[in-house]
């Protein structure tokens, strides 16, 4: 009788799924909870799934733990957008401010591999001016790591991934050309590309983290479309598929169905986690707590911590866990053609312009880019009634004409704004443990924003003829900043290595360490800064900074 | 209006390769659920039932969609999506308050229980919730438009749109793991896809959609 992996964790008794064969294990080394290991990593996702690898790689002991299950997507994932809800992270969470935050598929991730494990796979490079917005633009804050520094660590996560896209990249400085070739258009992207080129602008296929060739055990992408409930074939180069076997290999430990409720410290230190897993709360010992649980479950993770010591939450003295947490504006124009779409097939965002990241031209701060879409169902449902008020036979109806539909979606930067928060809600979850509660509205540059984007992209859709025009204004997408790496520790909650001000052996590795989010998907930066942390720990390990 | 996708049906391909074994088990399972007596008072779930069969009515021609069930299941389960609205209760507690309130609202438009309302009735209370424009005092504790969109409309066209009759009236693909598509380019489709309608076609869509799964 197999196990269920919600319920029962995989990894142990020295082994963890091999999650490129149905019902395959491979070794997985172990460390007793008493025994200091060198690096406890809370979340397995595009921040401390990679950093896990390098470190462990790099020949360090290293325990990281996930809140969800591990899955073995050949066996465990079914083409369906209802069943897939179980990769969300769906515990209960509080939202409000004037523009209170949908959480679950968009924006969180409770897996191994995270949220990468349902990404869209979008893998984009920030403009490099997009590090120094202050500086360069006006706007916002400097990250304290400098855009060539970025560039090489880029390339290693795109090599890692094997990312497939185009020959040549349109905007930014020259980059070497992707690993693998892009894959095909659709017809959504296909409509993206002609507005574009209508309009003047430029475009180009969207780099991908699905395969594009065999590689190893994985075959190409074949597809299907339901990528943003998990790939059920492996050609998706999740966390879980592209970082995690090299981490078990290397020696690192992964434990699956835990979750990391404190952090205990001592003389100013960290000395190990407690976590529970299997009903029952355990401790592991650990030289050094690097905390990867994204912008909402990190501030909470470090604020539910709070101790003698710490009283404010640890990693606080300047008071910003918690704060600034940013979104990224995820609006659409969608519109109806005589041309059959179906943009059900393929990955659903194929063509990209990142136009509006490199054109300083506006009047307002900030970048964004726009792709090609190819919503499944349910969640196109739900925009139709959601964003036009349809509803009844009105709404079984225009479902009926989803596949001449052809839309076009944002990604835009949010800026930090210390209003928008996480903190912590009286009510407690299933582990006993304080639920956080999550602030968040947006401001007039945000509305101007929203209007431009709008409105380019609904002219993208009229230059190609697209009638019944409408605009879906209600929609965000991933998170960043509440725990912002910068150049001192009163404007700041880590610094450039993501290493805490306040507790030497504290470090924090997601998300929620960017300053600014730019206007590209977060996760290929995350990864990038994932692999600067590995390597600047080993360097600081060999001159004894530790 | 007419079918678009004559004789299309996403179950036919069950037992091919555009269906796993984990996708075949859920989708067997989602369609055999029946509703649950031991979830709300029976006149609430008579009222859910009601406002489900307005919200998303059942395809013509075609299996019916058993909405009201997985709704119902979802109540059962008190299983959030990750987050909620600071003005609206948990999962089970804002379904409760919520029909009993469109109760009460075809009460007091109606003098009658939202379940032996028209049609016409139903949707004019149904708009009420959706706009804001009630009268029943039971909507103090509940903001009436809250809970249209961020609970009654996602949980019932959630729960509308996991079904294959959903999906074959909408001539969507359905399921697809391992085999995907090969044609993705406009106009383009495999032989495993809805065929659509058109006037000026020399085989109909009905005959073409029985050919080649």
């Known amino acids: 009788m197999a196990i269920d992996p919600e319920q029962t964790p995989r990894a142990k008794n020295g082994r963890a799924p091999d999650v490129m064969t149905p019902g395959g294990w491979v070794s997985m080394r172990e460390y ?367 479902m009926a004409r989803n596949n001449h539909s052809v839309g076009l979606k944002m990604v835009g930067e949010v800026l930090p704004y210390e209003r928008n928060r996480v903190t912590l809600a009286d009510d407690t979850d299933q582990y006993g443990l304080k639920i956080p509660r999550i602030t968040f509205s947006l401001g007039p540059n945000e509305e101007a924003m929203i209007d431009h984007a709008t409105d380019f992209m609904d002219k993208s859709l009229e230059a190609v003829g697209a009638r019944e025009r409408w605009k879906e204004m209600d929609d965000t997408c991933h998170l960043g900043g509440t725990a912002r790496m910068g150049f001192d520790a009163k404007t700041s909650v880590v610094d450039a290595d993501c290493r805490s001000w306040d507790i030497p052996n504290l470090w924090v590795c997601d998300g929620s360490v960017f300053p600014t989010v730019g206007g590209v998907n977060p996760s290929l930066t995350i990864q990038a800064i994932a692999c600067r942390t590995g390597d600047r720990i080993k360097q600081m390990s060999a001159r004894g900074e530790l | 209006m007419a079918e678009t996708f004559p004789d299309y049906d996403v179950l036919a391909k069950r037992n091919t390769p555009s269906w796993n074994e984990r996708t075949r088990d859920v989708i067997d399972a989602r369609m055999a659920k029946v509703e649950r007596p031991d979830i709300l008072a029976e006149r609430q779930r008579d009222t859910l039932r009601a406002v489900t069969a307005r919200v998303v009515p059942q395809p013509a021609h075609r299996a019916p969609v058993n909405a009201t069930a997985l709704v119902l299941d979802k109540i059962g389960s008190d299983n959030g999506d990750g987050f909620r609205h600071h003005e609206l209760p948990d999962v089970r507690e804002a379904w409760a308050r919520g029909l009993d309130a469109i109760d009460a609202e075809a009460k007091s438009r109606f003098d009658t229980g939202f379940a032996r309302c028209s049609a016409y009735q139903q949707d004019e209370i149904l708009a009420s919730v959706q706009n804001g424009d009630v009268k029943a005092p039971d909507w103090a504790t509940l903001p009436p438009k809250l809970f249209w969109s961020w609970r009654l409309i996602p949980d019932i066209v959630s729960a509308y749109y996991a079904h294959p009759s959903a999906w074959s009236a909408m001539g969507f693909g359905g399921p697809a793991s391992p085999r995907g598509y090969v044609r993705l380019t406009t106009n383009r489709h495999d032989p495993w896809e809805a065929s659509e309608q058109k006037n000026d076609e020399l085989i109909p869509a009905k005959v073409r959609n029985r050919h080649g799964y």
């Not at chain 1, 690097?290 to 709070?306: D, H, I, M």
């Open chain 1, 32 to 398: 007793p909870e008493n025994e200091e290991v060198d690096f406890v990593i809370v979340g397995t996702g595009a921040g401390g799934g990679t950093l896990a690898c390098k470190l462990a790689e790099a020949g360090f002991s290293v325990v990281a733990f996930d809140a969800g299950p591990y899955f073995r997507p050949l066996e465990d994932f079914a083409s369906d957008e209802t069943e897939q809800n179980k990769l969300y992270w769906t515990d209960d969470r509080i939202v409000d401010g004037d523009h209170p935050i949908k959480m679950g598929s968009n924006n969180s991730g409770k897996a191994v591999g995270g949220s990468t494990v349902h990404f869209a796979m979008v893998s984009l490079r920030f403009r490099p001016e997009h590090f120094k917005t202050r500086t360069a633009l006006g706007y916002g804050v400097d990250w304290p790591i400098d855009w060539q520094d970025m560039w090489n660590y880029y390339d290693e996560a795109e090599r890692a991934l094997h990312i497939s896209g185009p020959v040549s990249y349109p905007w930014g400085p020259k980059r070497g050309r992707y690993p693998l070739r892009a894959h095909p258009l659709n017809a959504a992207a296909e409509y993206l590309a002609r507005g574009a080129e209508a309009l003047g602008i430029k475009w180009t296929e969207t780099p991908l983290a699905t395969l594009s060739a065999p590689i190893g055990q994985s075959a190409p992408c074949v597809y299907r479309g339901f990528c943003v409930t998990g790939c059920s074939t492996n050609a998706k180069q999740s966390v879980l598929v592209a970082w995690l076997p090299r981490a078990l290999k290397a020696g690192a430990e992964i434990r699956d169905l835990a979750m990391v409720g404190r952090i205990e410290t001592r003389n100013r230190r960290c000395t190990g986690v407690h976590y529970q897993r299997e009903g029952e709360w355990h401790f592991q010992k650990a030289r050094n707590v690097v905390v990867a649980g994204y912008a909402v479950e990190t501030p909470r993770l470090l604020l539910n911590s709070a101790n003698e010591e710490f009283p404010d939450g640890l990693a606080n003295s300047s008071g910003l866990v918690g704060k600034n947490l940013m979104v990224q504006l995820n609006q659409a124009a969608w519109g109806q053609v005589d041309d059959e779409i179906r943009s059900y097939k393929g990955p659903p965002s194929l063509a990209i312009s990142e136009h509006w990241n490199y054109d300083d031209d506006k009047d307002f701060h900030g970048g964004w880019s726009y792709m090609s879409q190819g919503p499944l169902p349910i969640t196109w449902a739900k925009s139709l009634a959601g964003g036009r008020n349809l509803w009844g036979q009105a709404l079984i109806d225009e």
